[in-house]
């Protein structure tokens, strides 16, 4: 069973800067794609940055501005936020998938259980 917990949430000004932490365990970290999802009440859940082989990706809302990474041996990923907006203000969530990243959230099997950041103006 894959286990997935985020950590590094928190309250913050725009302009501003966290670091959520997501820790894997429960099977081979490197074979795996990791994903950054966030939701905000009454919207879908939306795709915010992947990592796995090909390198990482990103959605277009946070491009330039936020830094996805892993470290293998520590079964971690990592998303840098800079330049904080109350936009992106949500709940976010760490996933996983064996393959490659997909942007599609159903196509994600394991989730964290979400860690909140908000972003105040």
């Known amino acids: 069973q894959v286990q997935l917990v985020e950590s590094g949430g928190g309250l913050v000004q725009a302009g501003g800067s966290l670091k959520l932490s997501c820790a894997a365990s429960g099977r081979t970290f490197s074979s795996y794609a990791m994903a950054w999802f966030r939701q905000v009440p009454g919207k879908e859940r939306e795709f915010v940055a992947g990592?796995?082989?090909?390198?990482?990706t990103y959605a277009d809302s946070v491009e330039g501005r936020f830094t996805i990474s892993r470290d293998n041996a520590k079964s971690t990923v990592y998303l840098q936020m800079n330049s904080l907006k109350p936009e992106d203000t949500a709940v976010y969530y760490c996933?996983?998938?064996?393959?490659?990243?997909?942007?599609?959230?159903?196509?994600?099997?394991?989730w964290g259980q979400g860690t909140q950041v908000t972003v105040s103006s």
């Open positions: 996933a996983t998938r064996f393959g490659e990243v997909s942007t599609a959230r159903n196509e994600y099997r394991y």
């Open positions: 990592i796995r082989r090909a390198g990482p």
